[in-house]
């Protein structure tokens, strides 16, 4: 087994890496299901033969709660497995959405500024203002993921050794 990761990996939003193996995609989907079931008290989660997202069981559920979804793919005649550290599609779409609204409005109340500085007009005082406001609304939005992820920490460290061990578990299997 093989593992990628970058130092740009590390400081996304969405923790990322790849690792390659030379299983199947149907081997390593048997291989992940089989140590999900040996596991069953710390891990749950859904797999099929392209896609894994597998979660750790916890007494509570916060808004980061990590889960790993794995995508199984084949390049080189070897089998690329992509993992991706994220919280519930729910709270990730909520995240995407306040990024967003903000982006648009930084820029939207910048061009007021920018426009209203240009014709001379004194209309929109309070626009730069508003502007650097949404640049510290996109601030708290990622201070507040990164907050999450270091919350989470430990069990995207329980992940990632899942990731690793099920993969290593059956190579040696049929080594």
Known sequence: ??????????????????????????EYAKSLKQYLAEHKDEFSGNINHEVATIYVKTRYDNYWKPRLSLRIE???EETAIRGVFGPSSAVWTFFMFLYFSFS???MTFFTMHYVENQINSHEFPWA??????MLFCI???????????HKGKEEMQKLRRFAEESTLQFERKNN
């Open 1 to 26: 087994m093989n593992t990628e990761e970058t130092t740009l990996d590390k400081i996304r939003s969405r923790p990322r890496f790849k690792m390659f193996t030379h299983l199947s995609k149907e």
């Open 74 to 76: 084949t390049e080189d």
């Open 104 to 106: 648009i409005l930084w």
């Open 128 to 133: 730069l203002n508003a502007s650097f406001v």
């Open 139 to 149: 601030g708290l939005t990622y201070a507040a993921a990164r907050f999450g992820q």
